[in-house]
């Protein structure tokens, strides 16, 4: 089976700063990884994703994502964040065969503050 | 034109009570899920049908049947309605096929069980 954690529960950050945000998942197959960010009151929306290539994706409004497939890791950078980042951030997975469904990590909740 | 779309958005109700959501989705795609978002924001996957189809189906109590009438809906009957059945429902669909296996998510149903 398989699992994701996401280390920072709650992080709060200025302005401008820089952004690095932990998901590790556990599972023994190939898997595609994803980043999905929901904003207060709304649905997820897909930020980045990782199915095979360049280990370092780049995805919208800035974010990227590096897969280090020995660190079993697929961590979200951004290199200045604003306070229309702040929302939940979701990591998930799923198998490239087979069980399509997402299993996700239990979400960091980014706060910017200007 | 809304690619994912649930119905109603927001639902109050007694316990006890039936109660049904409806989702949609006019992307084309051939599997579509339900997902539960606790209150701690947690995601977990619920049911997944593939061509109308139940290919998933977790540890939900057998008071949830989910229904797919065609490959563009999925609708979600839940029975005498408890109070820990409190939640957001998303509705998500994708099409099958390794590379191309992305998951869109609908607005979110907020259940209120009283």
């Known amino acids: 089976a398989q699992s994701v954690s996401q280390h920072n529960h709650h992080v709060i950050l200025s302005e401008a700063a820089s952004l690095e945000l932990g998901c590790n998942y556990s599972?023994?197959?190939?898997?595609?990884l994803f980043w999905y960010v929901q904003y207060p009151g709304q649905h997820l929306q897909l930020l980045l994703k990782?199915?095979?290539?360049?280990?370092l994706v780049k995805g919208i409004k800035g974010f990227e994502a590096e897969f280090i497939k020995s660190k079993f890791s697929f961590n979200l950078r951004k290199p200045s964040v604003q306070w229309s980042d702040t929302a939940e951030y979701f990591c998930?997975?799923?198998?490239?065969?087979?069980?399509?469904?997402?299993?996700f990590g239990s979400g960091t909740r980014l706060q910017v503050q200007p | 034109d809304t690619a994912v779309s649930q119905t109603p958005k927001y639902l109050v109700t007694q316990m006890g009570n039936d109660k049904s959501i409806k989702c949609e989705q006019n992307l084309g795609h051939d599997t579509m899920y339900w997902y539960k978002q606790d209150s701690k924001k947690f995601l977990k996957i619920m049911f997944s049908y593939n061509n109308k189809e139940l290919i998933i189906n977790e540890t939900v109590p057998n008071r949830f049947s989910p229904k797919s009438p065609d490959k563009a809906h999925l609708n979600l009957h839940i029975n005498s309605l408890e109070l820990g059945d409190s939640a957001v429902y998303f509705c998500?669909?994708?099409?099958?096929?390794?590379?191309?296996?992305?998951?869109?998510f609908g607005p979110g149903t907020r259940l209120t069980v009283l």
């Open positions: 599972y023994g197959g190939t898997v595609n």
């Open positions: 990782y199915f095979s290539g360049d280990p």
């Open positions: 998500a669909s994708s099409q099958s096929g390794i590379r191309t296996d992305t998951q869109y």
């Open positions: 998930a997975v799923n198998a490239n065969t087979g069980r399509r469904a997402l299993t």
